[in-house]
């Protein structure tokens, strides 16, 4: 057994090796143990020692646990840690943690500088949108990052002309003739007076007091065609038993008569309340 007594010298002196091959072999045996003595002849020499390869050669480590908590996601929220996988031959144990991934362009991850960390960043902000006023409103919802609007749909004779900043809205019908309209009221033998709600025509009136309850009102720029003009007056008085005549002047051209009447269809001032005068002129 003279190896058996070099391997016990180079145990006693120290002599390790760094650097192990996987087809090198190690000297299993147990250190100091006492040998059987049968005798006072010489002892037996040591329990005989075994050999193992470095690529055979495996120590359990400490065995730890990984795991998530809690052991079941609740609601939007994921795990990191994945699995643990140990090499049969090698006894390496590697484990995995999944990556975190942003499905939103507005989110980014990235380590830190010191690389210590995952910073997390948005571009995007809690908002949400709402209609005001008492119109049909265009906003629709908020669903994830995306508000959501509801789109214009023209109708018949609507169109819509998309500009960078704007939409415009046009009606391909128009109206065969260009008109004035005015809301008329009086009070004694005073002329009426009252606000213009549409002017296409580009008309302007002049009005004075005739005679009891009849005003005239006098074009600025006469009529180029009194067969293509057309006047009009709603009956609408302070008191309901009376009513409005429109006639003309001695030329339309230049002008016509508004009368207020009774029930006898005498004239009366101070009746005019809100009458809706219109003129229409087709080409």
Known sequence: MNILTDILSLIRQGK????????????????NEQ??????ASPIPYKAVKLIKISDFKVEAASCTYKNVPDVP?????SIFQNKVVDPDTGECTVTFRTLKSLSPNLTLAESVDTNYVEID????????????????????????????????????????EAADEIT?????????????????????????????????????????NTTGQYVATY????????????????????????????????????FNITAINTSNQGIDGQLLGAVLEIRIYP
Do not use: H, R
Not at 35 to 40: A, F, K, L, S, Y
Not at 74 to 78: C, K
Not at 239 to 253: E, H, K, Q, R
């Open 74 to 78: 609740v609601g939007d929220t994921g």
């Open 220 to 255: 600025s720029t006469p009529l180029t065609d009194i067969n293509k003009a057309a006047v009009s007056c709603s009956q609408t008085t302070k008191s309901s038993s009376g009513g409005v005549i429109v006639s003309v002047t001695s030329s339309f051209a230049t002008g």
């Open 35 to 40: 040998p059987d003595m049968t005798g006072v």
């Open 122 to 161: 948005t571009s995007g902000e809690p908002n949400l949108a709402a209609n005001v006023g008492t119109g049909t409103g265009i906003w629709k919802n908020k669903i994830g990052e995306t508000l959501n609007f509801k789109s214009l749909k023209p109708g018949n004779n609507i169109s819509f002309t």
């Open 169 to 209: 809205i046009s009606s391909s019908q128009s109206l065969p003739y260009t008109s004035f309209v005015q809301l008329l009221s009086q009070d004694g033998s005073v002329p009426p007076t009252g606000p213009i709600l549409e002017n296409s025509a580009g008309i302007t009136i002049n009005w004075t007091y």
């Open 16 to 31: 390790y090796s760094k650097l192990a091959e996987k087809d090198d072999v190690l000297v299993l045996g147990k250190w």
